[in-house]
Structures are given as C-alpha cells and as structure tokens.
C-alpha cells in the first residue's frame, strides 16, 4: 500500500515535539492536570520518549515526544520516526516543537516509518498517521517516501522471485506508470548488440542477462542513471563463502535506487530528460561461467584480465557506462553495492561518491545536509590508475594488494565514461534498525541527488 498522509480530521490529536532544554516552558502551557500527569510519568523530553495524556473521558488529549538535546539530535536523523511507532494508533498533527526544516524532516520520517515489508508474512498493523504539517510539500514528501519504497521492497525481494526477469517487470511497471519508454535487450542478443561483458558474467545463470533501458520526458538537459542489478551474487567461480553470500539478494542495489529515484523525478515532472540503464543479470556458476584470467573484451573495445569473477559488478557497468556516454548525456550517475572496500571505509550509514568535479561533489554534500542523506566523497586518485593496469590487458577488474578497493573500482568505472560523471558505492541494508529505517533494503544517495539536480543540471 502506498506510504501517504492522514487525511484532515477535527478530531486528530495534538502532537508537541518537546527538547530537553524546552520541558518546563512546555509543560507550564499545558494545563494543571496535564502538567501533573506528565510530571508524575517522568516526563523529560529524552530523545524518543513518548507520553500521551488522557482526556476526562479516557481518550487521548495530546501527546509529547521527546527530541532531546542538539548534541543527541546530532548522532542520528529521522527521530520522529521513533514516536510514530510507538504512539498508540490514531491520528496526530503536530502541534509545536519543531521550525520550518525540522517540520520537512519530521513528515519524511513519519512516512518513511510507516514503510513495512510484508510480501512474505501477514501484514503489519497500520501505525498512527500524521496529518501533514502546515508548510510542508505533502505531495513531493509522498513521491519521495515511495520512491524510497520502491528501493526498500525490491532489495527486501529474495532473488527466487527478483531475478534479472523480475527486474525487469519492476522497470517496466515504473515506465508504466510515468508514461516512459523502455528497451529490453536479452540473452544471446547482448552478444550481437556489442554488451560482451554483461552477456559474460550473466550468461551461466539459468535466468538470462539483460540490459534494460528506460527513457522519459523531451526537454531540459540529460540525466542518465546507471544501476547494477545484479540480482544475486555468487561470486561466480571465485566462489563466495556463505557467510559473503548470505546478503547477496541486496546486490541489486544500485538497480533497486536508480528505479526509486527515476520514480522521484517522473513523480516530480522534472524537467529533463531522464535515461535509466540497468544491467541485470545473475552471477551464477556453470560450465560456461567466465573465469579467472579470461580476457574479455568490452563495448568499449577496452579488454579486460579477469582476476576475480567475484568483481563483477563493474564489468556489468562498463558495457552500461559506455552505451550512456554515446549520446552525450549533461550527467552521468552510477549506482552500485560495489566494494566491501567501501563499507570498511565508512561504515553501512554513509554513502561514498566520486566525481572531478568540485562544483557536482559540493552541490551533493550540501543537498545531503539538507535532506538527512549522508554522503562522503572520496577521490578518483590518479596515482592508483596503475593498480587497474595488469600488463596482459587495458584493465584489470581485481587489482591484488587488498587496497584501496572502493577507489580502484571507481578508476576501472571512469576508464568507460567521458561525459560529466558521479559514482556512487552504496550499500543498500540496514544492518540493524533505526528510526524510519527498519533492518532491511534502503536506499542511499537518492534523496541527496535528487535535491542536488537543480544545481546539477541548473535546472
């Protein structure tokens, strides 16, 4: 069911979002039994507490949320998510507590909270709904919320039921609904189109490789996303050990945030033009799997010493990178689970990106404060350029050394695209859960992005 806002009600319950320091001011505006109430529950706005007081009939009155202090505020986002889940049901608007960008973030985190996967298992219980907050973009909030739905429901899908077919049907059901245009080139048909290296690492899977290529809108600059989808991840003939294996579902991350994210610009009628490329595929293993020092060659013309079937995401998105650049796109944005190199880094919370540009990387930073989507650029190090380069080959898709993983991946990506060009390595799971982010799928970088493309594209 779509994320969305409670509708207007008389009747919804007043919500006041209370910061430690603001208790007493808050609580001497309430009235004598309220005040006594919420001094006898030990009420003292601590991040996520959540009180509600009763009513003379037993019904709820109001609620108070705590939001703690700055510094605490600070070692998180989305805390009125907490309290979206643990009010009892009912319907609230907020009341208090919270200035103009606080109210956004605050109205994001509700929607986003109320996000469950349940393809597998009876539904969750509806939890209380929010009226939107007066000043607030309700509509681009909701496009948003399920935009970030879409990513969170297609990384949660276990690759039985979200293979490279299933992927497919995901893509064209978004084109579907944005009126867009979508090509599907499958199989042995890659081999002729010239997408030697997807059709490589996808062709011993019993489920075929394919590229998808989805296009919407005609005017205003070009913006093209590229996603690896693969849609689950083996390791191929470098075999991952189970425990490597266990989340290899979410491998198709950069595919899942690249489709939530083209369903925020089409929801949002930006206007540019919107190309999506996805190569998907299954690393499977079988005895026309690819293997290690097989030299493949590339859409490109650039070959390839294979030193780990393992790094194979970034074969994928060579061929995807190349047919992006040939019609001159005004960016260029991959997103992929591509490096473990990249989570040793920064961690799962932080999405690390690449660019040459000053102007693109601080563009994104700035849209990333704004909208609670953080991101950390890491750099293109030319001096690394050598460590991608194998002697035998143009390239080489698993320098050894063990270094700089996430940095020589985004050098091998950049070998294949020339026009203006951002990276993404996201990881796509939230190992544990958090406000408004349950353990599970969830995308990265997208809102950052998005909020970013005005100044991207000046549009």
């Given at each position: 069911?779509?994320?969305?806002?409670?509708?207007?009600?008389?009747?919804?319950?007043?919500?006041?979002?209370?910061?430690?320091?603001?208790?007493?001011?808050?609580l001497g505006s309430l009235s004598d039994m309220a005040r006594a109430w919420a001094t006898s529950q030990g009420f003292t706005g601590e991040l996520g507490q959540v009180l509600t007081i009763p009513d003379a009939q037993g019904g709820i009155a109001l609620a108070l949320v705590g939001y703690g202090t700055a510094a605490k505020r600070a070692r998180g986002r989305f805390h009125i998510g907490t309290a979206a889940r643990n009010l009892p049901k009912g319907t609230y608007h907020i009341a208090s507590?919270?200035?103009?960008?606080?109210?956004?973030?605050?109205a994001l985190a509700w929607l986003l909270a109320s996000y469950s996967f349940d393809r597998y298992r009876k539904p969750s219980s509806a939890i209380a709904g929010l009226i939107a907050p007066g000043g607030v973009d309700a509509r681009r909030l909701t496009i948003i919320a399920n935009g970030e739905a879409l990513t969170r429901d297609l990384i949660n899908t276990p690759?039985?039921?979200?293979?490279?077919?299933?992927?497919?049907?995901?893509?064209?059901?978004?084109?579907?609904?944005?009126?867009?245009?979508?090509?599907?080139?499958t199989g042995d048909?890659?081999?002729?189109?010239?997408?030697?290296?997807?059709?490589?690492?996808?062709?011993?899977?019993?489920?075929?490789?394919?590229?998808?290529?989805?296009?919407?809108?005609d005017a205003g600059p070009q913006l093209t996303l590229v996603g690896k989808g693969v849609c689950f991840?083996?390791?191929?003939?470098?075999?991952?050990?189970?425990?490597?294996?266990?989340?290899?579902?979410?491998?198709?991350?950069?595919?899942?945030?690249?489709?939530?994210?083209?369903?925020?610009?089409?929801?949002?009628?930006?206007?540019?033009?919107?190309?999506?490329?996805?190569?998907?595929?299954?690393?499977?293993?079988?005895?026309n799997a690819f293997r290690p020092q097989d030299i493949l060659s590339s859409r490109k013309g650039l070959t390839v010493e294979v030193n780990n079937t393992d790094a194979e995401g970034r074969l994928v998105l060579a061929d995807a990178l190349t047919l992006s650049d040939e019609d001159n796109p005004d960016l260029v944005i991959s997103?992929?689970?591509?490096?473990?190199?990249?989570?040793?880094?920064?961690?799962?919370?932080?999405?690390?990106?690449?660019t040459d540009d000053?102007?693109?990387?601080?563009?994104?930073?700035?849209?990333?404060r704004a909208v609670a989507d953080p991101v950390w650029r890491l750099p293109f190090h030319e001096p690394y350029e050598t460590m991608i380069e194998p002697g035998i080959a143009d390239l080489d898709n698993a320098p050894s050394g063990g270094m700089a993983g996430c940095i020589t991946?985004?050098?091998?990506?950049?070998?294949?695209?020339?026009?203006?060009?951002?990276?993404?390595?996201?990881?796509?799971?939230?190992?544990?859960?958090?406000?408004?982010?349950?353990k599970g799928g969830v995308g990265m970088g997208a809102r950052a992005v998005l909020e970013a493309l005005p100044q991207l594209l000046n549009i």
């Open positions: 069911m779509p994320l969305a806002f409670a509708p207007e009600s008389d009747t919804s319950i007043p919500l006041h979002v209370v910061a430690a320091d603001d208790v007493d001011q808050t507590g919270l200035q103009d960008g606080e109210l956004e973030e605050a690759a039985s039921d979200m293979g490279p077919d299933e992927l497919e049907d995901a893509a064209r059901a978004l084109a579907g609904d944005h009126d867009a245009s979508i090509n599907v080139i048909d890659l081999v002729s189109a010239n997408f030697p290296l997807i059709h490589s690492v996808g062709r011993a899977s019993t489920r075929a490789p394919r590229l998808l290529d989805l296009r919407w809108g991840d083996t390791g191929g003939l470098n075999i991952k050990p189970g425990a490597s294996m266990g989340l290899m579902k979410k491998d198709m991350g950069g595919a899942a945030t690249v489709l939530g994210l083209a369903h925020m610009i089409m929801g949002l009628g930006l206007k540019l033009r919107l190309r999506v490329l996805i190569p998907a595929v299954e690393n499977g293993i079988d005895g997103m992929a689970t591509l490096t473990g190199a990249a989570r040793v880094a920064v961690g799962a919370d932080l999405s690390p990106f690449f000053d102007g693109h990387a601080d563009a994104i930073a700035k849209a990333a991946a985004a050098l091998f990506l950049r070998r294949f695209v020339q026009s203006p060009y951002v990276h993404f390595d996201i990881y796509g799971w939230q190992p544990t859960a958090a406000p408004s982010r349950p």
